[in-house]
Nanobody
C-alpha cells in the first residue's frame, strides 16, 4: 500500500510558475513509476508527466512538453512537477499516481497502469 499526498497547488497568473509536490509513504517508493495527471471540469483525466523509478526516463504529452518538468527524490519519497509558462487551459485538479514496476527504466502513461492515487490539488491559472 502506498499513500500519496499532493501539495503546492494554487492560483497563478498566466505565464507564471508553480511547483507541485507529492509525498509518498508506505511501501518502497523507489520501486514505483510515478505520474502526474490532471482533470479539468467536464473533461477526462489526462497524463501530464511520467517518470521511471530510476528517474532516468520521463514522458510528457505535447501539450506540456517544454513547460513542465517531472523529477523525483527517492531518498525523500517525493515526486515533483515544476510547471512554467502556465496557461489558463492548464487549470485543473492535478493528481499524483504510483504504478508498481520491476524495471527501473519503465514509466506508464495510461491511467490503468497506476495502482495508487493521491487526492488531488487544484491549480487555477488566470488570464
Amino acid at each position: 500500500q502506498v499513500q500519496l499526498v499532493e501539495s503546492g497547488g494554487g492560483l497563478v497568473q498566466a505565464g507564471g510558475s508553480l511547483r507541485l509536490s507529492c509525498a509518498a509513504s508506505g511501501r518502497t517508493f523507489s520501486m514505483y513509476a510515478m505520474g502526474w495527471f490532471r482533470q479539468a471540469p467536464g473533461k477526462e483525466r489526462e497524463i501530464v508527466a511520467a517518470i521511471s523509478w530510476s528517474g532516468r526516463n520521463t514522458y510528457y504529452p505535447d501539450s506540456v512538453k517544454g513547460r513542465f518538468t517531472i523529477s523525483r527524490n527517492n531518498a525523500e519519497n517525493t515526486v515533483y512537477l515544476q510547471m512554467n509558462s502556465l496557461k489558463p487551459e492548464d487549470t485543473a485538479v492535478y493528481y499524483c499516481a504510483a504504478g508498481s514496476t520491476s524495471f527501473s527504466g519503465s514509466y506508464y502513461y495510461t491511467e490503468t497502469e497506476y495502482n495508487y492515487w493521491g487526492q488531488g490539488t487544484q491549480v487555477t491559472v488566470s488570464s
